[in-house]
């Protein structure tokens, strides 16, 4: 198998020097068309991929953006994975996906051995805890999507809308109460969604049977259409 092409085979082709090689990839706007020109097309004869993690060193992005999420059996979490990533295709910035198994500190540990590899998170519903976000918040520009952490850009949905919505169609249908099961204790989401809907149905005057907060899980869900059933 031939060696790869390097940097220097594109400077040799393109008849400039290694450094204006890396520099039109870091910073193209301060080169003429013509230099340009020149390093595109020797890359392109030679079918040369720069080094992300070469360049890393030297512009200190990696292009990677880290999404993490509790659990990826959740169905609420794929299709928001997908649009995050057809959104960092936008961005020429690649996706690496971590899913922490509703686990706050393997939360922390895949937020630990990405960082290095990533220039920023999208953290999906996460589970960390304060003390614990005080020390990952520090290490890579961070979002939250669906928790609210004071200090930091966060995604979220208007839950308590939601609950109305909801609380009312069963209102209007004949429904007199209501059987939620609510998710993990330990998740801010779940939290406000219970606070949510017990608003909303105080609201609409619907009676509200809260079930003990559970994992999001397909088994949760069969334990407890058999106690409602019982």
């Not at 220097?8 to 450094?19: E, T």
């Not at 509703?102 to 540990?109: S, T």
């Amino acid at each position: 198998m031939a060696d790869r092409p390097t940097i220097r085979d594109v400077a040799r082709v393109a008849g400039v020097s290694v450094s204006t090689v890396s520099r039109v990839f870091t910073h193209p706007e301060r080169f003429r068309d013509e230099t340009r020109t020149k390093v595109h097309a020797a890359v392109e004869q030679l079918n040369y991929a720069p080094n992300k993690f070469a360049a890393a060193l030297t512009t200190g992005r990696t292009e990677n953006i880290g999404l993490i999420v509790p659990n990826l059996a959740n169905p609420l979490f794929p299709e928001m994975v997908k649009a995050a990533q057809h959104q960092a295709r936008g961005y020429r910035l690649a996706a690496l996906l971590g899913d922490c198994d509703d686990d706050p500190d393997e939360e922390q540990r895949l937020i630990q051995t990405l960082a290095k590899d990533v220039d920023g998170f999208l953290l999906f519903s996460s589970l960390l805890r304060d003390e614990q976000i005080a020390t990952m918040g520090a290490l890579r520009p961070t979002v939250f999507v669906n928790r609210e952490v004071a200090g930091y850009p966060c995604v979220l949905v208007d839950a308590l809308q939601g609950m109305r919505l909801l609380t009312q169609y069963l209102r209007n249908l004949g429904h007199t109460s209501v059987f939620y099961l609510p998710g993990p204790a330990n998740s801010w989401a779940a939290g406000d969604r219970r606070a949510a809907i017990e608003r909303a149905a105080e609201e609409t005057g619907l009676k509200l049977d809260v079930r003990e907060p559970s994992r999001s899980t397909f088994e949760s869900g069969t334990l407890a259409a058999r106690y409602w059933a019982n």
